[in-house]
């Protein structure tokens, strides 16, 4: 689904950003290892011609769960390289160290770790990368111009208007109980108000 000129989400968790020279970036990529899966290897296929791809050069993920970064590894084999916040590379590189839920199998080693606050540039693109800790604590965001608009690559720690009616559920269920099992930090200045805080100062045009 095209979101701007150069810019496409891809079902269910991904973004596409392409540098409009036949290469492209990926932030989250899911994926599952049976071939005749709905979300098998082989749909990167139909992206790649739909999308008229000739590189898949870079892969950023913004947390280590697995319907973000299970479709590592078939980016991996097109010649990708994983660039990946520093807060959550010893995990992506040893995941069997961890003791937490929506860990992926696959083991993911950083070709590139990015610290905080780091700028980063891929192709005619700029962007500072954050620690972003709403839904876990090893979650990241990154955020530039694309397309002559401030976007804001965010994962899954998101917000809702107040007087939304889905907020009660949403909040529930996806940032409930189960933040805690991703290990989140309740401390003043942390966790979701760290990442709010953070929010209100890049103030985004477009939230992703």
Not at 145 to 173: E, S
Request: aromatic residues 12%; charged residues 20%.
């Amino acid at each position: 689904r095209q979101v701007s000129e150069h810019l496409y989400h891809v079902r269910p968790t991904g973004y596409v950003l392409l540098d409009g020279k036949g290469g492209a970036l990926f932030y989250d990529y899911y994926s599952v290892p049976e071939k005749n899966h709905r979300w098998g290897p082989s749909r990167i296929d139909t992206v790649i011609k739909a999308l008229d791809m000739e590189r898949v050069e870079v892969v950023i993920p913004s947390h280590f769960h697995e319907d973000h970064i299970r479709g590592f590894p078939v980016l991996k084999k097109l010649g990708a390289q994983y660039w990946v916040f520093e807060k959550m590379a010893d995990l992506l590189a040893h995941p069997s160290r961890y003791n937490l839920c929506c860990i992926a199998p696959e083991v993911i080693p950083a070709d590139r770790v990015i610290h905080e606050n780091e700028l980063i540039s891929w192709g005619p693109y700029t962007f500072r990368v954050v620690h972003f800790p709403g839904q876990t604590m090893y979650h990241q965001a990154m955020y530039g111009q694309v397309d002559g608009r401030q976007v804001m690559f965010m994962g899954d720690t998101d917000c809702y208007a107040l007087g939304d009616p889905t907020m009660g559920r949403r909040n529930a269920k996806l940032h409930g109980i189960s933040t805690f099992f991703n290990y989140y930090n309740l401390d003043p200045g942390r966790g979701y108000e760290k990442a709010m805080e953070r929010m209100v100062a890049i103030e985004p045009g477009l939230m992703l």
